[in-house]
């Protein structure tokens, strides 16, 4: 296999009708062979790279380089100076996650670029080519010209060889990225975050993101013209957008490359480019669902203040416990237990102690009262995108948590984009973007003093995810798009569609503590939110967390203990996940074994149409019989009328028969296979 890879290289072959445009060609192919990359020098000495699928290209000549605030640009005159290959072929274990056991296949090609002039700067570009992608990264030795790099963009180029429909949201927008994803030609993406989601006419879907987002600043794309996107960075805290010193490896630039939606939502690749856990032994990383003093708070039935609607009471967080403990769950988050939240909140980060409870909330009590009853505080520490306020209290706080018990915490950065607040090395305090080179230092920060204690980190309004749970697994989850919170506010509230887009969209970049579980369909209006009561039992298959939340008030799960038993009985780690059926946007199956028994689970949802989905159960195992406990629309179900009509039934299956999922409009159905 090796050989004949290495025998398909095109070495340098000189060859007069290549020299005349592009110089020398380095080649790579995946391990099936069925993805190929070429770098070139261009006849102004430019680095391009393309990448073809099947022979048919798909990112077709592009250029690679870099601008720098303070010395010339790494652009014109580069000539490929060596190129070397190798092959990887294993198989690691998550500690925990979709699947336990991950294959890493690839072929890599590392591309050695020197300028012909000058001071002979030089730089390596790194490519893995695996069966269901690519990653690229840039890799800069030690050299007398560039000790210090201060980079004023990527020039990394992505153009695509056809049109193709487009999922993304805006890049560089004040909400973050809390958008509604936008559906549209290629042609009308403007300023697009990634992970940015095509889907060409003859079936490709290509899907644009980055691994390893470290010490460096976040990936968009903008279309500079027709089919051409360049990477554009988010902004630093002063004139680069990253500063490094060589030696340094930027981030993974990845290409998802699959022949239907339901590859992309299963590809470990960006997890593959990923460095291995860092963190030693983490068996105290817990996956686990919780409940919380939250949607209250959202409803604005309770407040995160201090005064007669203080939702993180003692007496309330007990009540709390109690019900988690009766029920299994792992975890109770409480939110507002910390004195700050009085005023403006989202703008004085500066009030928050994340030490100090409120009078009415028995810190000691209420965690001597979980602990007893095998329960764990989730602990919360809103920064509003203060992370300068938080670091300088940061090993406090986490100390304080670690002596109580708390094995999560919910961080969150509630401010504007561009209005997080970080301290130079100067000491002063700068704006900076969320996903910025300095976030993504604070961000690390936290997980790594926090994993010094044993604790989980969940960040909302966090820095994109970029696969660095692999290296950091007690980084368990995040938020990162538009959550169930929208739906309680209702301006706008999500779309029926908006989960089946997210599988394929913000989901390839991993984890979201979307917080599912809504039993009371209502916004803090009255308004319908877009989904039924089946749906919501769905979104704890579809949808992964590790820390998965059960959001609605007890009262609403003690009043249908039915479809609740389906939350209780739901598992929040995997053996493995696979993706049955699905379209961007319309609809999406996934079957997830539990890690520690030998059941299935199956979750089906659809957006705004009703649909049939016909599924065969060869997912189960062979030989087995299961019991199938089904939770299914009911006949008049649907998110416009009838939203809590639900049919509960039991069958007997084995992996020989198929079903016919019935989806209501904003509908969905989940399954328990228990193995008997
Ligand atoms: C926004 C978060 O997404 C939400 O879950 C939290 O309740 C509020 N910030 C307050 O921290
Ligand atoms: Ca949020």
Do not use: C
Not at 89 to 112: F, I, K, S, Y
Not at 576 to 584: A, H, K, P, Q, T
Not at 590 to 607: E, M, N
């Amino acid at each position: 296999m090796l050989q004949r890879f290495v025998l398909a290289l095109a070495l340098s072959l000189p060859s007069a009708a290549l020299v005349a445009q592009d110089a020398p060609a380095a080649r790579i192919a995946s391990p099936d062979g069925r993805i190929t990359v070429e770098v070139v020098t261009d006849h102004d000495g430019r680095a391009r790279y393309s990448i073809a699928r099947d022979g048919k290209p798909v990112i077709v000549s592009s250029q690679l380089g870099f601008l720098f605030t303070d010395v010339a640009k790494l652009d014109r005159n580069l000539r490929i100076a060596s190129q070397a290959t190798r092959s990887h072929d294993a198989t690691w274990e998550q500690p925990w996650g979709e699947r336990r056991h991950v294959r890493d296949h690839h072929n890599e090609l590392r591309v050695g670029l020197v300028e012909t002039n000058g001071d002979q700067r030089r730089f390596d570009v790194v490519f893995r080519v695996f069966d269901d992608g690519i990653g690229f990264r840039y890799v800069f030795p030690e050299q007398p010209a560039l000790r210090r790099l201060n980079i004023a963009e990527e020039l990394t180029e992505f153009t695509l060889a056809t049109d193709a429909t487009a999922w993304w949201i805006p890049a560089l927008e004040w909400n973050r990225k809390e958008y509604v994803y936008k559906r549209t030609a290629l042609a009308e993406v403007g300023f697009a975050q990634t992970p940015m989601t095509l889907r060409r006419d003859d079936g490709l879907h290509i899907a644009f993101h980055e691994a390893a987002l470290a010490d460096y600043s976040a990936m968009n794309l903008v279309r500079v013209e027709d089919r051409r996107f360049r990477a554009q960075l988010f902004p630093g805290t002063d004139a680069a957008k990253v500063e490094r010193d060589a030696p340094f490896a930027t981030p993974w630039r990845v290409v998802l490359l699959s022949d239907d939606a339901a590859g992309l939502a299963t590809s470990d690749l960006v997890l593959n480019l990923n460095e291995p856990n860092a963190l030693g032994d983490v068996s105290w990383v817990k996956p686990m669902k919780y409940l919380g003093i939250w949607w209250e708070m959202h409803l604005d039935t309770k407040s995160w203040g201090s005064g007669t609607k203080h939702g993180a009471t003692t007496e309330d967080t007990i009540r709390y416990i109690d019900f988690a403990a009766q029920h299994g769950f792992g975890g109770v988050l409480v939110e507002g237990w910390n004195i700050g939240w009085d005023g403006d909140w989202f703008a004085n980060g500066e009030e928050f102690s994340f030490t100090e409870a409120y009078p009415d909330f028995d810190i000691e009590k209420v965690t001597a009262h979980a602990r007893e009853r095998g329960v764990t505080l989730i602990g919360h520490h809103e920064t509003s995108g203060h992370a300068a306020h938080y670091e300088r209290q940061l090993p406090d706080a986490l100390d304080l948590y670690e002596r109580l018990g708390v094995a999560a915490i919910k961080t969150g950065y509630v401010a504007d984009g561009g209005q997080a607040k970080v301290r130079d090395d100067d000491g002063n305090l700068r704006y900076a973007w969320h996903e910025g080179q300095a976030m993504s230092r604070h961000h690390i920060k936290v997980v790594t003093e926090a994993a010094k204690r044993r604790i989980s980190i969940n960040p909302h309004e966090p820095i994109k995810d970029s696969g660095l749970r692999r290296t950091y697994p007690n980084w368990v989850t995040r938020e990162g798009a538009r959550g169930m919170e929208y739906n309680a506010w209702g301006q706008p509230p999500n779309p029926p569609g908006h989960e089946a887009t997210l599988v394929f969209t913000r989901m390839l970049d991993g984890p979201f503590d979307f917080t599912p579980g809504l039993f009371s369909m209502k916004s803090r209006h009255g308004d319908r939110v877009a989904t039924t009561l089946a749906k919501q039992l769905a979104l704890y298959v579809v949808l992964y967390s590790p820390l998965q939340m059960a959001i609605d008030l007890p009262e609403e799960y003690e009043a249908k203990p039915d479809a609740f038993r389906f939350i209780k009985d739901v598992p929040a780690d995997w053996e493995d996940s696979r993706v049955l059926n699905g379209e961007v946007g319309e609809f999406v199956t996934f079957a997830r074994k539990d890690r520690h028994s030998d059941d299935w689970y199956l979750g089906a949802v659809t957006d705004g149409e009703a649909r049939t989905l016909h599924v065969s159960l060869g997912f189960l195992d062979a030989g087995r019989r299961y019991t199938a406990q089904v939770y299914r629309d009911g006949p008049n179900a649907g998110w416009q009328a009838n939203q809590t009509d639900i049919v509960i039934e039991e069958r007997d299956v084995t992996s020989g028969d198929s079903l016919e999922l019935a989806l209501a409009p904003g509908g969905g159905q989940a399954i328990r296979f228990i193995a008997r």
